[in-house]
């Protein structure tokens, strides 16, 4: 049934009455396919009733069809990649059902196993303002180790600049400058040196201990400190699947504290849809290397693992991080779900002053890990997370170590989709056929039942097996299939604006039928002969393509495709879709809705579908398809439009000599190796644009010559216009026959331009006129005597 649910939809958005029984008796066996074409309705319905209950519902009930729509739709959700949630209904709603489960089963009990160091409001008043200076932070480190015991020391903090409060900057510089010819100074401050250093004390306190350091990755393409050796790197996964993208700066700490520290960790917080921290990146990409987060980096330091392997499941796509044998459970983009045990200071919490003066009993904290960090407001660590909305980020870390130690991270199975659709199909189609036959009360208690099997079963997955399975789409699925059987008299409203929908819809993007809907009579697909621009995109060498890929994945391919090409039309100036022709497509502006800027709305999106190209390019590959190549032909001209066709079948389209020109001209873009080939008459139109002509072509359907242009874009440099002047003399002088300074001028550029192929183009030629002159009769035109 699933399988058939596209079809209904559709019948179900265009039909009413009796069709809708012809569409449903298209399913059923060829008795009632005959039975409902021959004699309508009544035999339909007669046939109907020997048939299984489920058949019977069909026929009598069109509200099912809407049912199965319903939950067809709804399937869209879990049958697409899980990825990273977007400012969406569904994943704030999965987000308030996992805080839900998170809250029920909270252990509201700490960790022995790690202590917070906290730089607290109180501290800051009796130890002084931060940042203090590295002499203390020394001392505080020295301290946890030698007089308290713990095992291993993570900073929540960042040490990215040079701690200069000691005044050493300021002895430095009188040394080089008035105090420079006094050895007695020099020599004093040779000696006090490393006492006023106070990295080098910092770095000291650490060098050869169990000390991890914080960095981050801001999003300024910058960088300061120094990155310790990543975990991993892209040659080590190479054919493996982690969708997690590259960042583009860093701020580590120095060099002096990275060398000397046992490693290094971002302290990056990941912000849910509706602004909640619910998990972390266990690692992220700079460069050809990933970097753990800040708790990983500590685990990692107290197992005394060498390596962190990242392990794949049978996709080869990212599921769990081996750190010495000890398994981290993240999804595809490297993220983990915090662990956590309970709400704020749920862990130990203890006072940096206290740790600083010696005030608590020695081994205070034997062998446990020390978490250094903030819980002052003053100092912007705080995270709103489900549990509280002012959540100490070194907490998070807590959270983090705690739970990878006592390996109680929840995982989100690789095949969470495909479990979360199981548990709908069952649960929708028994609310579908069990609701419309009930009373209203009935209803209810059907559809909270059905809730409560699916809740429990989620319940089972997360206690039992540590699985965060999807539950809010399930949820909401149900609820929407009892309101729409409590309300679907109400969804014949509106006849008249859904006619102008079903008239433009397919050609114009939604929002601006929503706009046409507001005067709609100004809207006719009657026959007219307007000035209007269109396009051609064509992808080249597709049938060669097209045997390289199996036609599932050749479908996929042309969808992704042709739905990134469709949404630039759409967002460059209401461009309307014509057709799709196999892998080409044919779009104008103009029409149905009057638009003045209609060329440069053409140029405007051939330009952005090109540009969009690589990142396509990439995005294939990445998902085993070829890259490929278009080409775009753009013309304007006076052309006829409407709904044309027999009475079978009609398409809202234009006609006449200028979509013909436009069609040559996409084909002429392979033969002079460009992008986009665009009309004289819309190149006209557009005199802020800089253009390189082409050429001047006659093609076949066409007289007189006409000239052909590339756009350059709205503006061009200074390197661009000089190339363009160079090539308007190139173009006169092989207009005027002269070809030896032609083809010197071409080639001059070819050398300057190599990627643009048009320059060898005519070098060649000019080449080929050189030793064969064209007839004296010749216009400059090159003529093309096929399509």
């Known amino acids: 049934m699933v399988f058939r649910l596209p079809g209904l939809v559709r019948r179900v958005a265009v039909r009413a009455g009796v069709a809708k029984v012809r569409a ?14 021959r004699a309508g309705v009544a035999k339909a319905r007669a046939v109907a009733l020997r048939l299984p209950g489920l ?25 697409t990649d899980f990825g990273k949630s977007t400012f969406t209904l569904l994943p704030k709603l999965e987000g308030l059902a996992y805080d839900a489960r998170l809250k029920l089963t909270l252990p509201n009990t700490g960790d022995p196993q790690v202590v917070i160091i906290d730089i607290d409001e109180a501290s800051l008043q009796r130890m002084g303002r931060w940042p203090w200076s590295r002499d203390k932070v020394a001392k505080l480190t020295t301290q946890l180790f ?20 000691s005044g050493i900057a300021v002895l430095d510089n009188l040394r080089e400058g008035e105090l420079k010819t006094n050895p007695a100074f020099a020599a004093a401050l040779a000696r006090l040196r490393p006492r006023l250093d106070f990295d080098a004390r910092f770095a000291d306190a650490i060098r050869g201990r169990p000390v991890v350091l914080a960095n981050a990755f801001p999003v300024e393409a910058e960088t300061q400190g120094v990155l310790p050796p990543p975990l991993f790197a892209e040659a080590d996964i190479a054919g493996k699947l982690i969708r997690i993208d590259p960042e583009h700066g860093f701020v580590s700490a120095l060099p002096a504290l990275t060398e000397a520290a046992a490693g290094s960790g971002h302290v990056d917080p990941f912000y849910d849809p509706d602004n909640q921290v619910r998990r972390v990146p266990m690692v992220k990409r700079y460069g050809a290397g990933y970097f753990p987060a ?6 990692q330091t107290v197992v005394e693992a060498k390596r962190v392997t990242p392990h794949f499941d049978s996709e080869r796509t990212l599921d769990a991080l081996d750190v010495g044998g000890l398994a981290v459970p993240v999804d595809e983009y490297g993220m983990a779900l915090i662990p956590f045990r309970g709400k704020s200071k749920t862990f130990r919490f203890v006072p940096a002053a206290d740790v600083l003066d010696g005030s608590l009993p020695q081994n205070a904290f034997p062998g446990a890990i020390a978490l250094i960090g903030t819980s002052a407001k003053g100092l912007k660590d705080l995270r709103p997370t489900p549990l509280d909305p002012d959540f100490a980020g070194v907490e998070i870390h807590a959270n983090l170590i705690a739970g990878m130690l006592n390996g109680e991270l929840k995982s989100i199975p690789a095949r969470a989709n495909a479990i979360e659709a199981l548990v709908m199909i069952p649960a929708g189609l028994l609310a579908l056929f069990a609701l419309p036959y009930r009373r209203p009360l009935l209803n209810a208690l059907g559809v909270v039942t059905f809730a409560a099997i699916v809740i429990g079963l989620n319940f089972v997955l997360w206690i039992r097996w540590s699985y965060v399975i999807p539950v809010s789409t399930t949820l909401l699925m149900l609820a929407v299939l009892f309101a729409w059987n409590m309300l679907a008299g109400f969804l014949r409203e509106g006849a008249a604006i859904r006619k102008l ?10 929002e601006r039928v929503a706009q046409m809907r507001e005067s709609g009579e100004r809207f006719s697909m009657e026959g007219d002969s307007r000035e209007l621009t269109v396009l051609f995109c064509d992808v080249r060498d597709f049938t060669a393509l097209s045997e390289k890929l199996a036609p599932r994945e050749l479908s996929a391919m042309l969808n992704a495709y042709l739905t990134t090409m469709t949404e630039l039309i759409h967002e460059h100036r209401h461009g309307t879709i014509d057709k799709y022709v196999g892998d080409s497509i044919m779009a104008f502006w103009g029409a149905p809705e009057p638009n003045p800027e209609h060329a440069r709305g053409a140029v405007e999106a051939a330009l952005a579908m090109q540009a969009r190209m690589p990142k396509l390019a990439r995005d294939f590959v990445r998902r085993g398809w070829p890259a490929f190549r278009i080409g775009i032909g753009v013309n304007t001209g006076t052309m006829s439009i409407g709904d044309m066709g027999s009475k079978f079948r009609k398409a809202y389209t234009v006609l006449g000599d200028a979509v013909n020109l436009a069609s040559r001209l996409e084909a002429l873009t392979k033969e002079y190796g460009v992008g986009i080939i665009v009309g004289e008459n819309t190149a006209r139109t557009m005199p802020d644009y800089a253009w390189r002509e082409i050429d001047r072509v006659r093609v076949v359907g066409k007289a007189t010559p006409v000239t052909i242009y590339e756009p350059m874009g709205p503006a061009a440099s200074s390197q661009v216009a000089a190339e363009l002047a160079s090539h308007r003399r190139a173009l006169a002088s092989y207009r005027e026959r002269d070809f030896e300074v032609a083809e010197a001028g071409f080639a001059e550029l070819a050398a300057a331009h190599p990627s643009t192929a048009l320059y060898a183009y005519f070098r060649t030629r000019c080449a080929l006129y050189r030793s064969s002159p064209p007839p004296s009769a010749w216009e400059g035109a090159m003529v093309f005597a096929t399509k």
């Open 24 to 37: 449903v008796a298209l399913r059923l066996p060829g008795l009632v396919r005959r039975v409902a074409g």
């Open 55 to 79: 058949v019977t519902r069909l026929a009598e009930a069109p509200r099912a069809l809407a049912g199965l729509a319903i939950i067809g739709i709804f399937l869209l959700h879990p049958l």
């Open 146 to 165: 030698e007089r308290y015991g713990v095992r291993a020391v993570g900073f929540d903090i960042l040490f990215a600049e040079p701690d200069l409060s």
């Open 294 to 299: 800040l708790s990983l980096a500590v685990v």
């Open 501 to 510: 929908s079903t008239m433009f819809g397919e050609y114009v993007p939604p």
